[in-house]
């Protein structure tokens, strides 16, 4: 009996600003799955929508443990579209929602290498919705900084649950993934630390986490989706780098006026 179960399309949006040719890349991801027995399809369409063409496009579809790849498309032209078509047999022990995971990876004329993310879900017998589920926020980035989220259980029980921070390949995270027990009907701050390894200024980047857990037998996911912006790194505040120093000088300096100014009243007086 083959079952095909079909799944709401996500869709994600990569952009950059060329600086050199005054161009842009921006890479428009769908991403959709589906279920035909125990063979999971994912079906990516990748349309340029920027002004400027994209070379060696790459598909990399991430299910459990497995990575699905795409063939390479040498050149992606303005308003073109690169689709992939990949399945797999599904491996799970759980009935449950679970995650897919896309990169879409391609250059620029420069050849300078650029990441870009999508995400689905899908669910194995039983559909179930998460009783966990965390807010983020969009972030500023220019060498380090914080993703800070909140998490939310709204059942009685308690829960451990996995927390996986998903970035691009030019992004990195100190910790990547969190394991964390969550109170019933409470909420809990957290955040992962992420670096700015390649990623070039005025690129926006979607990035996700996604919140996992098991219970009664069943898996549970939630996704929470977000974007970082990469901007210039900030130069040292000159004050704060030699703020004591220039305290101490200018103290240093106050004394000396004084000094002279009673010196000078006193010859007067004289």
């Not at 995650?99 to 899908?122: E, H, K, W």
């Not at 926006?204 to 037998?217: Q, R």
């Not at 939630?222 to 704060?240: D, M, R």
Request: charged share 25%; net charge positive; aromatic share 12%.
């Amino acid at each position: 009996m083959i079952k095909r179960l079909f799944f709401f399309p996500m869709l994600s949006l990569f952009f950059y600003n060329t600086p050199s040719f005054a161009g842009i890349l921006k890479m428009e991801i769908n991403t959709k799955v589906s279920l035909e027995g125990d063979i999971l399809k994912a079906g990516i369409n990748v349309k340029n929508k920027g002004n400027e063409p994209a070379y060696s496009a790459n598909i990399t579809v991430i299910i459990g443990e497995k990575k699905l790849k795409s063939d390479i498309k040498k050149e992606l032209g303005v308003n073109e579209t690169f689709s992939a078509h990949l399945k797999t047999p599904l491996r799970v022990k759980l009935p449950g929602r679970y995650p897919l995971i896309v990169y879409v990876y391609f250059y620029d004329a420069n050849q300078y290498r650029f990441s870009a993310l999508s995400y689905n879900t899908y669910f194995y017998n039983e559909d179930v919705n998460s009783a966990v589920f965390a807010k983020g926020e969009n972030i500023t980035l220019g060498e380090q900084g914080k993703l800070k989220l909140k998490i939310f259980n709204r059942d009685e029980k308690d829960k451990d649950i996995t927390l996986r921070l998903i970035l691009p390949g030019e992004l990195s995270a100190g910790e990547g993934e969190k394991k964390l027990p969550i109170k019933g009907r409470s909420k809990y701050d957290t955040s992962f630390s992420v670096t700015n390894l390649s990623a070039l200024e005025d690129a926006k980047y979607p990035v996700f986490t996604i919140l996992e857990y098991e219970e009664n037998g069943r898996h549970f996911t939630s996704i929470t989706p977000g974007k970082i912006k990469i901007v210039k790194k900030e130069e040292e505040n000159i004050f704060k780098k030699y703020g004591v120093i220039l305290a101490g000088l200018g103290i240093i300096l106050l004394i000396i006026f004084i000094f002279l100014q009673l010196v000078k009243q006193f010859k007067e007086i004289s």
